[in-house]
């Protein structure tokens, strides 16, 4: 299927979306996805999974609607599937109050696991802004995410852009959480 011809949304609602995105490895596997379609041997060697593993996530996420077979064809008698991204991006609802973020967490993980010696930009800064400036700055992040989705080339090597913006829990509460 084209690009183009793909919704942009999936919002993940149900317990098995939800289940099949949380797990770093299907996570993985939607990121091999991202720019272009994969049959099952050439996730399982870009994710580092044996075939029957990257067969099983595979099957996981097509239930859940989030990815799809886009053509076949006929090799030595096998039919050959290629997956795609069922949309342009998925939507997760947020997390209930003690879960973690299913994005961050595997951000975090992919992040941890990159070469350390590779080029990489990590910064966190703490900033006191209005209500107003605090809209405004994650409308622009948003915007500068999207304008470099834009210019992506799936010939080139993948890049990850993850970013979180939120007021942090009042301190009291924080340290009263962890006692």
Same mark, same amino acid.
């Given at each position: 299927?084209?690009?183009?011809?793909?919704?942009?949304?999936?919002?993940?609602?149900?317990?098995?979306? $939800?289940?099949?995105?949380?797990?770093?490895?299907?996570?993985?596997?939607?990121? *091999?996805?991202?720019?272009?379609?994969?049959?099952?041997?050439?996730?399982?060697?870009?994710?580092?999974?044996?075939?029957?593993?990257?067969?099983?996530?595979?099957?996981?996420?097509?239930? +859940?609607?989030?990815?799809?077979?886009?053509?076949?064809?006929?090799?030595?008698?096998?039919?050959?599937?290629?997956?795609?991204?069922?949309?342009?991006?998925? *939507?997760?609802?947020?997390?209930?109050?003690?879960?973690?973020? *299913?994005?961050?967490?595997?951000?975090?993980?992919? $992040?941890? +696991?990159?070469?350390?010696?590779?080029?990489?930009?990590?910064?966190?800064?703490?900033?006191?802004?209005?209500?107003?400036?605090? +809209?405004?700055?994650?409308?622009?992040?948003? +915007?500068?995410?999207?304008?470099?989705?834009?210019?992506?080339?799936?010939?080139?090597?993948?890049?990850? $852009?993850?970013?979180?913006?939120?007021?942090?829990?009042?301190?009291?509460?924080?340290?009263?959480?962890?006692?």
């Amino acid at each position: 299927m084209p690009a183009d011809d793909l919704p942009e949304t999936i919002h993940v609602t149900t317990d098995a979306q $939800l289940r099949a995105v949380s797990n770093l490895t299907r996570h993985r596997i939607m990121a *091999v996805l991202r720019f272009e379609p994969a049959t099952i041997t050439q996730i399982a060697a870009r994710v580092g999974l044996a075939k029957g593993s990257s067969s099983y996530h595979m099957r996981l996420l097509e239930r +859940a609607g989030l990815v799809k077979v886009v053509r076949t064809r006929k090799v030595r008698g096998v039919t050959e599937r290629y997956y795609a991204m069922a949309a342009r991006s998925i *939507v997760l609802p947020d997390p209930g109050v003690g879960q973690p973020d *299913v994005l961050m967490r595997n951000a975090v993980a992919d $992040l941890e +696991a990159a070469p350390v010696d590779g080029e990489r930009h990590v910064r966190m800064a703490h900033l006191r802004l209005t209500g107003e400036q605090f +809209a405004e700055l994650g409308a622009r992040l948003q +915007a500068l995410a999207d304008e470099y989705r834009e210019l992506s080339d799936p010939s080139l090597p993948d890049v990850s $852009l993850a970013f979180a913006l939120f007021r942090p829990a009042p301190r009291e509460q924080a340290e009263g959480d962890s006692k």
